[in-house]
C-alpha cells in the first residue's frame, strides 16, 4: 500500500521554466524527506523536513511541509538539465530517526535543454 | 558518494534460485535497512537491522531474510527466486539517534530469469 502520492508522475519542461512537485498523504508523519535518483543508483538525500510548515531552501530549491505534516512540496526555479532525475519523497514515523521510510511513487522529472 | 558500499552491483539468477546480496554501511552507522525498487516504482521498505537484530519488517514473504554482523555491514538472502523479485535492491545506512538521514548505496540490479 502506498501511503504517498506524488504529482505529477511525469514532467517535461523547457530549461528556465519553473516547476512545483507535490507529495500528498492522509497520514501524519513525524518528518519528511526529499531524495533525488539518477539511473542504476540509489538515492541520493536533498532535504528532510520535520516541522509542520517549515520551509528549506537548497540554491534554486525550495520546500514546504504542510501544516499537518501530511504533505509537501518541491518547487525548483530556473530548471537545469542537471535537474533531471527521479524526485522521491519519504516520510518517517519515528521520531528515532527514518527508519521504515515510506516512499512516494515518484516524480520523473526531464529538462529539456 | 555516502560511503556505504553493495555488491555485487548487478546479479542474473534463475527462478528457484538463492541469492545473497552485500551491504558495507557507513562509517559510525549501525542501522541498516534494506529496500526493494521495482522498475518505475519508489522503494519498498523489506526490514531493519539495529545492533546486529532485526527492527522492523515490511510487507515481504519470510524467503527474504538477512543478517548483521558486529562491523555493522549488513546481507540479503532471497530463497526460492520469483521472476517479480527482479528489481533494484537498496542498502540505507543510517545512526539511530533523533532525526538522521540515510544514505544509500548504488544498489544491486537483480534480474530474476
Known amino acids: 500500500t502506498q501511503l504517498l502520492e506524488q504529482s505529477p508522475q511525469f514532467l517535461s519542461i523547457q530549461e528556465g521554466e519553473n516547476l512545483t512537485v507535490y507529495c500528498n498523504s492522509s497520514?501524519?508523519?513525524?518528518?519528511l524527506q526529499w531524495y533525488r535518483q539518477e539511473p542504476g543508483e540509489g538515492p541520493v538525500l536533498l532535504v528532510t523536513?520535520?516541522?509542520?510548515?517549515e520551509v528549506k531552501k537548497l540554491k534554486r530549491l525550495t520546500f514546504q511541509f504542510g501544516d499537518a505534516r501530511k504533505d509537501s512540496s518541491l518547487h525548483i526555479t530556473a530548471a537545469q538539465p542537471g535537474d533531471t532525475g527521479l524526485y522521491l519523497c519519504?516520510?518517517?514515523?519515528?521520531?528515532?530517526?527514518?527508519?521504515?521510510?515510506?516512499f512516494g511513487t515518484g516524480t520523473r522529472l526531464t529538462i529539456i535543454p | 558518494e555516502t560511503g556505504v558500499t553493495q555488491s555485487p552491483t548487478h546479479l542474473i539468477k534463475t527462478r528457484g534460485q538463492q541469492v545473497t546480496l552485500r551491504c558495507s554501511s557507513q562509517?559510525?552507522?549501525?542501522?541498516v535497512s534494506w529496500y526493494q525498487q521495482a522498475l518505475g516504482q519508489g522503494p519498498q521498505f523489506i526490514f531493519q537491522?539495529?545492533?546486529?537484530?532485526?527492527?522492523g519488517r515490511g510487507n515481504f514473504p519470510p524467503r527474504f531474510s538477512g543478517l548483521q554482523f558486529p562491523n555493522y555491514s549488513s546481507e540479503l538472502n532471497v530463497n526460492a527466486l520469483e521472476l517479480d523479485d527482479s528489481a533494484l535492491y537498496l542498502c540505507?545506512?543510517?545512526?539511530?539517534?533523533?532525526?538522521?538521514?540515510?544514505?544509500f548505496g548504488q544498489g544491486t540490479r537483480l534480474t530474476v530469469v
Open positions: 497520514s501524519v508523519f513525524s518528518s
Open positions: 519519504a516520510g518517517a514515523r519515528s521520531n528515532f530517526g527514518n527508519e521504515k521510510l515510506t
Open positions: 540505507a545506512s543510517s545512526y539511530r539517534q533523533g532525526v538522521t538521514e540515510a544514505f
Open positions: 562509517s559510525g552507522h549501525n542501522t
Open positions: 523536513v520535520v516541522t509542520g510548515g
Open positions: 537491522y539495529y545492533r546486529e537484530e532485526e527492527n
